[in-house]
């Protein structure tokens, strides 16, 4: 399956689109997640363990891991890719939000800007994954505005080139910040 096709599945089965990249060699010892999760791997490698079992996925592979099942995570050498979907049963919470942020290596930072405030044409060197906690703003992608509001989330991958306009409340929010770009040989 094609990423465009993976990608197209995840949304019309109701998931959330994460692409997200994990460093080399991170384990993540039994553990379970409040939703559904759906991976297909770009490159490098991942071990999911159930049951006593690991299953080693590689580069055009899928998995998925319900809610709920309980699983270990082993990263390969190399780090790995990951174009990924999440399905809650309920709205994302803050807790849930930077729980899953801290879960995958990203810095977890508050923060806000001033009412009406804008902010150049620019590009970061890291993902940003945002959070919403009041106001609004709207970031704006190739031509196309998005304005999100009080427990809406985005992602903005590092070198996108956006802009931001603040609402008249000003806007707090929550973001994690992750610089995750594992070597694919």
């Known amino acids: 399956m094609n990423t465009a096709e993976f990608?197209?599945?995840?949304?019309s089965s109701g998931y959330r689109v994460v692409n997200s990249s994990v460093k080399p060699n991170l384990i993540a010892p039994n553990h379970c997640h409040d939703f559904d999760a759906r991976s297909l791997v770009l490159g490098g490698e991942i071990t999911i363990t159930c049951d006593n079992t690991p299953t080693t996925f590689r580069a055009g592979q899928c998995f998925e891991v319900l809610a709920g099942r309980?699983?270990?995570?082993?990263?390969?050498?190399e780090g790995v890719a990951l174009l990924s979907g999440r399905r809650r049963n309920g709205p994302l919470t803050?807790?849930?939000?930077e729980s899953d942020l801290r879960r995958e290596?990203?810095?977890v930072v508050n923060g806000g800007q001033k009412p009406c405030s804008s902010e150049d044409l620019h590009a970061?060197?890291?993902d940003a994954r945002i959070m919403v906690l009041s106001g609004e703003i709207t970031v704006i992608r190739d031509n196309k505005g998005e304005?999100?509001?009080?427990?809406?989330?985005?992602e903005i991958a590092a070198g996108c080139q956006h802009t931001t306009q603040v609402?008249?409340?000003?806007?707090a929010y929550i973001v994690g910040k992750?610089?995750?770009q594992p070597s694919m040989n």
């Open 178 to 180: 992750a610089c995750r």
């Open 94 to 97: 803050r807790e849930a939000f």
């Open 105 to 107: 290596g990203f810095e």
């Open 7 to 11: 990608d197209a599945d995840l949304r």
């Open 167 to 171: 609402g008249s409340e000003g806007v």
């Open 70 to 77: 309980m699983h270990a995570e082993h990263v390969g050498p």
């Open 147 to 154: 304005t999100f509001r009080a427990g809406d989330h985005c």
């Open 124 to 126: 970061h060197d890291f």
